[in-house]
C-alpha cells in the first residue's frame, strides 16, 4: 500500500537553530514530494514541492527540503528556526500514475522556544 | 488561503440533519477536492472534481455529495448517512495541466454534530 510517514508527532527545537521534520514515504516509482504548513484553525499552505532535478529545494520562508531516492525520504529543514514557525507541517506525495491524488503524512508538529 | 474561500468558518449539526459547506475560487482553476481532517490524522479525501459537471469519489465519500455546476464552485453536502461527520473540512483547487501541479487549500470548515 501506498503510504507516508512523519515518524515524529512533534519536534522541539530553540529559536535560531536548525530545525528538520522527517517524511519517508513508500510509493512505487519516483513520485512527487510537497510539504505544507498549517497554523491553527487555518487552512494548509504550501511551502515547495520536488519534481525533478536538484535535490535540494528552496521554498517559502526560507524552508527547504531534500530528496533522497535511495532512503524515500523528503525532510523539511531551515537553517535558523523562528517563534513564528511553529505550526503543524504535513509532507504529501503524488504518485507518477496519479494525476491528481495526494497521499497525506498524519502531521509533525513544530515547537519553537524562544 | 488566497483565491479559495469556505463558508462558514464554524457549522454546528444536529444530528438527522444535512447541510451544505460552501467552497468559491477565483483563480481560474480546473480542479477542485474536498479533504476531511481528523486530529492526528493526514488529510483524507472525500470528492474531487476536475471539470465542470464532472466529479469522482475519493477514499471516503460515504455519506457526503457534492455537485459541480459551476467552474467557481464546489459545494459538499454531509448528510445524515455520514456518521461521524464533526472534523475540520477542507477545499482545495488546482490547475489541470499536469501532475506536477500544486493543490491550493482554503481556511477551513469545523463542522460539529451537537
Known amino acids: ?114 | 488561503d488566497g483565491g479559495i474561500t469556505q463558508s462558514p468558518k464554524y457549522l454546528f449539526r444536529k444530528e438527522g440533519q444535512n447541510v451544505t459547506l460552501s467552497c468559491e475560487q477565483n483563480l481560474n482553476h480546473d480542479a477542485m477536492y474536498w479533504y476531511r481532517q481528523d486530529p492526528g490524522q493526514g488529510l483524507r479525501l472525500i470528492y474531487y472534481s476536475q471539470i465542470v459537471n464532472d466529479f469522482q469519489k475519493g477514499d471516503i465519500a460515504e455519506g457526503y455529495s457534492v455537485s459541480r455546476e459551476k467552474k467557481e464552485s464546489f459545494p459538499l453536502t454531509v448528510t445524515s448517512a455520514q456518521k461521524n461527520p464533526t472534523a475540520f473540512y477542507l477545499c482545495a483547487s488546482s490547475i489541470v495541466r499536469s501532475n506536477t501541479d500544486t493543490q491550493y487549500f482554503g481556511p477551513g470548515t469545523r463542522l460539529t454534530v451537537l
Not at chain 1, 511553529?86 to 496519479?98: G, H, K
Open chain 1, 1 to 114: 500500500a501506498q503510504s507516508v510517514a512523519q515518524p515524529e508527532d512533534q519536534v522541539n527545537v530553540a529559536e535560531g537553530n536548525p530545525l528538520t521534520v522527517k517524511c519517508t514515504y513508500s510509493v512505487s516509482g519516483n513520485p512527487y514530494l510537497f510539504w505544507y504548513v498549517q497554523y491553527p484553525n487555518r487552512g494548509l499552505q504550501f511551502l515547495l514541492k520536488y519534481i525533478t532535478g536538484d535535490n535540494l529545494v528552496k521554498g517559502s520562508y526560507g524552508f527547504e527540503a531534500e530528496f533522497n531516492k535511495s532512503q524515500t525520504s523528503f525532510h523539511l529543514k531551515k537553517p535558523s528556526a523562528l517563534v513564528s514557525d511553529s505550526a503543524l507541517y504535513f509532507c504529501a506525495v503524488r504518485p507518477l500514475d496519479s494525476s491528481y491524488k495526494l497521499i497525506f503524512g498524519s502531521g509533525t508538529r513544530l515547537l519553537v522556544r524562544p
